[in-house]
C-alpha cells in the first residue's frame, strides 16, 4: 500500500507542475512575433543538435550503469521536459517585464535555452546517479533552474561577462552544484554496493550517448554567435580532438597493464568541449583551442584516477558519473581560459575586441578637430573584462555550492522517497522489470520473485541459495 | 526445399518490384528544373531529421521485442526502402498529369513526402509487428501506400482541409489501417506466446528509437510550412513535454508499486507529437499545444493499460506496439482539435486565418467605392472549414479500415508465407542468428540444434530437456 | 612489466603526435578570414551529418564482433581524432603553399575534408578490425592519410577528374589500402578463432552504425556540391533505396533457409551510397541512380557470399568487415560508372557539361564574325574526360595496394605490440572489461581470473573446467 502510495505521490508532483506550468505559459507566454517569418538568429538545426546532446547525449550517456539504464534515459527524459518548461517560465520571469505586466516570447531561441537550462540540471544528475528518487530529482531541478538562471543573470546581464558555450554558468554551476547536493546525501551504503557497475553492452550504450555528445558539441558552443560561430565550431572541433587524443594516451599510460579505461573514454574525451565553451569564439588560433583540450583531457583523466576515489573517501561527495572531471574541473579551466584571454583581448583586432567584448569600446571618443563622439561602450580596460570574468566564476561557484547544499537537504526531507540501500543504482524501484532483467548482471532478478512465476518453479529456490554474482543461470 | 523456395519467392517478389519501379521512374521521372540551385521551399537538414525517424526511430522503437530485434529494424527498413520507392510512383500518377504525358518531378521535397508515406506503412507495421512475414508486409505496404496517397489527396486536394503534421493522413489511417489488418490476421496463438516480451538491453534498444523520434518530431510537423514553422516547432516541442511528463505520472499512478511502465515511456511520451500534428502551425498559443499534450499522454497510458487488454479480448484485435495508443487516438484527437480550431479561426488575426485556411478568404469583396475585387478564395466560413475537417478525419478513418480488411484478407492469402504459431515474435524464420542467440531470452536457441554443433555436445540433449524460461542455459 | 610499459609505449607515441600537432598547426594555420561572418560555400547541418557517418556510423558499424565492441567505438574515434588533426596538416601541406611561407586556414569546409581524409583510413581499419593493435592502426594512419591525400590531389588537381563523393579517392583507396595491409598482417590463427562472430544484441549495435550511415550518405554525396547538391542528394537516396531492397532478395535466395544474413544488411545496403559516390551530382536521370545501387547490392552480397571466404582461403586476404565488399568493389563500380557517364557527357545540357566538367570547355572559340573569344577550359572532348577518370582509378588502386603493402609490413615491426593468438577479435589487451563481460559470448572473462575475485570463490574453479562455448556460466 505505500508502494503505491509512493506512486501516486510522485505522479500528483508531477501533475500539478504541469497544470501550474500550463497555466503560467497560458497567461504569460506568446509566439514571438518573428515567428510567421524565420528571422530568428538561432539557427534551427544547431537547435536539433542541441537536443540530441540533451536526450540522446546526456540519457545514454549514463546508461552505463548496469541496472540502472531505464532510469538513466527514461528520468533523464522526465528530468528534461520537466525542467524545460519550467525554465522557459522562470526566464520569462527574470528577462522580461512579467511583473510589469508583460509577458513573454517563446520560439526556437527560448527553445535552446531551456535545452541549456536543462543541461545544468543533467549535469548534476550524473553527480547523483543512481542515489536519488525521481521526486527527489524533480524538486532538485525545480530548485537549480531557479539558481542557476539567476546566477547567469548575474554573470551575463550584470557582470557583462562572456560564456559563449555557458561553460562556466551550465557546466561549472551543475557540476559544483551537483557535487554539494551528493555531499549532503552522501551515504556510506553506495560504497558497499556491487551495482555500481557496468557490463559490456552497458558501456556500448552508453558510448551512444558519448559520440553524440562529442558529435554535436560544436553546435552547442557555437550556435549563439551570430557572427564569430565558424570560429567557435572550429574551436570547439580542434579542442575535442586533441582531448581526446590526450584521454586515450593518459588512460593507457595509468592503467598497470596499459589498457584504456571505458570511464575515461565515456567521459574525458568530452573534457575538451567544456574547457573551450567560454571561449569558443575567440581569436585564440586553432592551435589555441587544442592547448584547451589537452590541458582537459589530461586534468580530467587524473581526476578520475586519483581525485575522485579521494574526494569520496575523504569529503564524503561520492560523484556517480563523475561530473567534477567532465564539467567541473574543465569548466574551472574555461573559466580561467576566458579571463586571460579577455585581459589579453586589446592585442585582438578591434572588430573582433570590440565584437566579442563591446564592453571594452569607449563611452566616448574626441576625435582629432576636438568633437565628442559617443560610442555607447563601458570603457572597461581589457584587464577589466579579465577580472569581471574571474568575478562571474567565482560568484558561479559560490551560488553552485551554497544552493546545492541548501537544496540537498530539502532532497533529505524524507517526503521525497529516497531511494533504500538495495535500491541504490538499481532501476527495482521505479521500473517495471523484463522477468529475465540485465544479462551478465549482479543479480538474479529478485524483484519478480515475490509475485510468483508459475512458468519458473524452480527459480525461487535458486534465488534464495545462490548468491554466485555474474551469473545468469546456474544450477542444481 | 521448402524452406529454400519461401527464400527465393520472396526475393523474386522483391526484385520483380525493383525492376518496375526502375522502368516506371526511368520512363515517368526527372529532376526538379530547380535543382541546379537549392530553390526547393523543403529545408534539407529537416529531411534529414525525417529521414532518422523513419529508419532510426522506427526501426529501433520496435526492437523492444526480445527475439525480435533484426526484424524490427531490418524488416522496417526493408519497407522503407520500397514504399519510398513505391511512393514517389504512386505520387507521381495522382499529382502530375502521368496518363497525360506528363512525368513527374523529384526532389528533397519529395523525399520528404515519400517518407511521409513511408511513416503510415510503419505504422501499420506496428500493429502486426512480429506476426506477419516479410512478404505479407511488403503486399501491405504495396497496397497501404495506394490506399493512403489517395485518401490524402481527398483530403488535402479536394476537400482543403489541412494536416501540417499529417495526424489524420499518416498517424490515423496507418493506425486504423494496421488495427483492421491486425483483426483480420487475427491468431489465437498470439495470446499463449511468451516471447511476446522484452528483455532489459532490448528495451534500452527501443529507447534510441523513442528519443530520437521525440527528438526530431518537431522537424516532421512544422518542415512543409515555409511560414508558419518555427510556431510548429515550438507546438511540437512544447505538447511533446506536456505529454511526456504526464505519461511519467499516469504510468506512476496505475502501477501497484508505483513504478513506470517501460511501454508508456517508449511511446505514450510520443503521443503529443501526434495529438497537435494537425494544428501545430495555428495560433493555439503555447499553452493551447500543451493541453493537447497532457491529453493525448493520459489517453494514451490509460489506452495502454486498458484499452488494449480489451481490444485483445473482445474485439481480437492484437496491436503488438500499441499503435493505438500511439497514433490512433492521438490522431483522432489532433483531428478534432485541428477542426475546431479551424471553426474558430475567424477569431484569429487575418494574415493567419487567410494564411493557413485561404479557404476561408472570401472569392470577392465589394469595397466601399462599390468596385469589385476578386480575391481567389473560397468563401468557405470558419465552420464549414472545421466541418471538412472533420469530413476528411471520417473518410480517413473509413479508408483505413475498409482498407486494412481488405489488405488484411489478401494478405491471409498462403502464397505469401505467413509465419506459423513458434515463429511469432522470432527472428528465427528471416534471419540466420547467431549461435549464442539473445541473452536472457525465453529459448535457448534450437535453431541451430538442427545444425549440430560439435563444440557443444551437450547442448543439444540439453535443449531436449529444459523449458525453463529466463534461462540461457543450464544443466546437469 | 612488459604490459605496463606497453601502454606507456603507447601514450608516449600518442602524445608526441599531439604536441607535433599542436606545434605545426600553431606554427602554420590560422582561421578563415571568412569566418566571422558564414559565408563558407560548405553547409553547416552537412558537416554535421558526416560527423555522425565517421563517430557514430564507422564506429558503430564494427561493434558486430561480440568481444571487440570497445575497440570497434572507441578505437574508431581515437582513430579519428588523430588522422583528423593530421589530416589539416598534410592536406596545408599540399593544398597551400606552406613552404613557401603561407600557412593554411581552417574552417568548417576543412572540418569536413579531413573528416573525408579520416573515412578513407576508418574503411582500411575495417579490413583489419580484430587483427591489429592500437599502435599499428595509428601508424597506419599517419601513412595512410599522406598517401591518399597525395592521391586525391593527383586526381582532382592534376588529372581533373570528378568524384563528388570520393567514391575513388576515400572508398576504393580505402579499401584496397586495407585489403593489401591484411594481406600483410596474414595470421593463420584468425580462421581458429572462435571470436570471429556476433552475439545478437552486438548485432543490434553494428545496425545503429549501419542505419545513420544509410540516412546521411546524401550528405556526404552532396555537401560539396554547392550547385548540383539537390540532384546528388536526390541520386544518392535513390541508390541506396534499390541497393537495399536487392540486398535483401538476394540475401534471402543465397540463403540455403531462405533468410536474412545479417552481415549482408548491415554492409551491402550501403553499397549504392558508394557506387553511385563518384557520379551522384551527374544527370543520370533518377532511374540511372537505381541502376547504380541496384547492381552495387548484387555485387555486394555476391562478393560476401562467394568472394571473401575464397580471398581468406587462395589468397589470404582476410578482410573482417568485407571492405572489399562495401567498399572496394562498389567503389570500381562508382569510378567506371563516373568514366562512362563523363564520356557521354556531350550529351548532356552545356549548363551541366561544363558545369560538372569545365575541363571540356573549349580553350577559346572563334565566333561567327571570326573573333576570337577565350573560354578558359581546357578543351577535353568527353571522351577524353573519361580516359582521364578511368587513369585516376587506376592511379588510386595502384597508390593503395602498393602504399598498403609498404604500411603492412611497416606495421608489423614488433614495436607496435601485434596482438597475440587469442587477443585477436577481443578487447582484452585494449580495454579494462566489466567483470561480467559479454552475455553470450563464446569466452568466461578469462581475463580477471588472475586479479581473483573475492566475491566469487567459484568462480575460479568453474572456469578452469569448462570450455563449453555459448554459456555465460556453468557448472557441477
Redesign the interface.
Known sequence: MG??????K??????I??VV???L??VL????S?????T?SY???N???V??MI??GF??LM?FL?NY??SS??VN??IA??C??WSFIVRGFIHADVLGGDGFK???P??VTSNFATATVLISFGAVLGKAS?SQLIIMGIIEVILAQINEYIGVDLLHTKDVGESMFIHMFGAYFGLAVARVLYNPDVEES?KE?????????A??GT??L???WP?FNGGFDP?????A??NT??S???C???T???????????????VH?QNS?LAGGVAVGASANM?M???GS??FG?VAGLISVLGYKFLSPKMAKSLRIHDTCGVHNLHGMPGVLAAIGAAVLAALSDNWSK?DQY?IFPETLPKRIVNETGNLTVLGGMGRSALEQGGYQIAAAFITLAFAIVGGVITGFIMKLPIWDAPKEDSLFDDV??????????????RP?HYKVSEGNP??P??EKLLSTTT?????????
Open positions: 508502494i503505491r502510495l509512493r506512486g501516486i510522485f505522479g500528483s508532483i508531477i501533475l507542475l504541469q506550468f500550463i497555466i505559459i497560458g507566454a506568446d509566439y514571438h518573428t515567428d510567421h517569418i524565420q530568428s539557427p534551427y538545426p537547435f536539433q543538435d537536443n540530441v536526450f540522446i540519457g545514454f546508461t548496469k539504464g531505464f534515459v527514461g527524459l522526465l521536459v520537466v524545460i518548461q517563446l520560439g526556437v527560448e527553445m525521481p556491487s557497475g557496468s557490463v559490456y553492452h552497458s558501456d556500448l550504450f558510448m551512444v559520440v553524440f562529442w558529435i554535436y553546435s557572427v564569430y560561430k565558424e570560429r565550431y572550429l572541433f580542434l575535442l580532438c586533441a581526446t587524443a590526450v586515450f594516451a593518459v588512460s593507457a599510460m595509468l592503467d598497470k597493464r596499459g589498457r584504456f579505461d571505458m573514454i574525451t581569436p588560433k586553432p592551435f587544442m592547448i589537452a572588430s565584437g524501484d521505479n521500473w517495471e522489470l523484463p522477468e529475465e532483467g540485465v544479462p551478465g548482471a549482479v532478478n512458468e519458473s524452480i527459480r554466485t554474482p555474474g551469473a545468469t543461470t546456474l544450477t542444481q
